[in-house]
């Protein structure tokens, strides 16, 4: 039988030699290096996910990933007076600020002095190296067999580690901005680890930009564990360039009683995935999944998530909202698991999107996976255009045509922003969302 030879695409290519010239440099003891080389292998094998793969299917990464970017270097000064200078939207508001630029932790943009006791904090590339025993033990413990977590692990160079101890509240919301700021476009592979003790609890805000008209890579990734009782509100916003390829990736697992609240806004990057894994451990856990994506041009996102009930009474909300122009499109694949045993099991998923153009496109795939018989599980997807009687019920009170359609988008944005439990922040995303809306107008 003829030997098949799998051709490489050129960022396939790109991106092997990148990883052999790269190995050596990349922080971490002889596990992480291992592990580093099982993840690119295993992604080397399979290459970049196409629309055979089906959880990539409405978005072909081979496709749409014609290049790999080199690796951003860490800041010189000059990227770090870049960063100083980004974006001041969520700045209105007291928080704690911890930053990377280009990939790398900067000390002298973060408040990493006044984290409150009971919180520790450590640049994941430190940890690395000192093979600390909390990333030891739980780096990759939620595996997920992903391409882009595989490209995360092989490359990944620093983040953050944020341990709180059992039952710390942080009372001011923690601030993780990734800025991108160089002009010819990188690649930057971050990842972060959160853990909370029993009975913790903790606002994140993961902010991510970029210098306008860069063409970067961005894929990040963050860990969640929460343990029993312990409670996370996470809010994303994307800002990136309109020319950068954006890689999210949030796996999380719940603790008995736990609660995570999680919020997505984009509004950034020519092309856009962002995925959760939430896998529950323990009983009574909750999970609230949420976002908002806002598109115009040709601009692609994609929002993928596996919501994974594996213990008794767990609850689980999504709702997820898209506002598209032009020639945009909008993927949300979203699943449901209920397996054995996970009696009592309550799960809702609704994905809504407004079309404002002929030439926008929106795939919705809602999925449930069910294996136990005493559980309340269903899922909605709508589509459509903007109602005509609310709009013509705003312009027969005077409100000109352009301002009664971002009323009505407002409000429909809104629905979802409402799940964020700061005011502060809520109003920072409602910001964002409303500068775009009136941009389009």
Known sequence: M????VIKTPAEAALAEAFGA??????????????????????????LPHRRVEEWKYTDLRTLMREARPLAAP???????????????????????????????????????????GVRFLPLAEALASGDALVAGRLGAQ????????L????????????????VSVELPVLLQHVQTSPEGRAVYAR???VLGEGASLTLVDTYEGAEGAANQTNIVIEVSLGDRARLERIAIQ????????????????????????FALGAGAAVARS??????????????????TLLAGKRHADTTLVVDHAALNGTSRELFKAVLDGDSRSVFQGKIVVRPGAQKTDGKMMSQAILLSDGAEVDNKPELEIFADDVVCGHGATCGALDEDLLFYCKARGIPQAEAEAILLQAFVGEAVEAIGSEAVRGGVMAIAERWLAARV
């Open 75 to 117: 800041p010189d000064a000059i990227a770090l007076d870049r960063a100083r200078l980004t974006s001041e939207a969520l700045r209105q508001h007291a928080h704690l600020r911890l930053t990377l630029v280009d990939g790398s932790f900067a000390p002298s943009l973060s408040d990493v002095g006044l984290l409150p006791a």
């Open 275 to 292: 995925q959760l894994f939430v896998a529950y451990a323990g009983d009574h856990a909750t999970a609230s999944l949420g976002g908002a």
């Open 152 to 167: 995360n692990a092989a490359f990944m160079t620093d983040g953050f580690v944020l341990a709180v101890d059992a039952g």
């Open 22 to 47: 790269a190995l050596d440099a990349l922080p971490g003891t002889a596990a992480v290096r291992s592990l580093r080389e099982e993840a690119f292998g295993a992604f080397s094998r399979a290459g």
């Open 143 to 150: 595996a997920v067999d992903n391409a882009a977590v595989a």
């Open 2 to 5: 003829a030997e098949i030879t």
């Open 239 to 262: 800002t990136e360039s309109l020319q950068t390829l954006h890689l999210a990736t949030l796996t999380a697992s719940l603790g008995a009683r736990a609660e995570l609240v999680s």
């Open 192 to 194: 972060s680890l959160i």
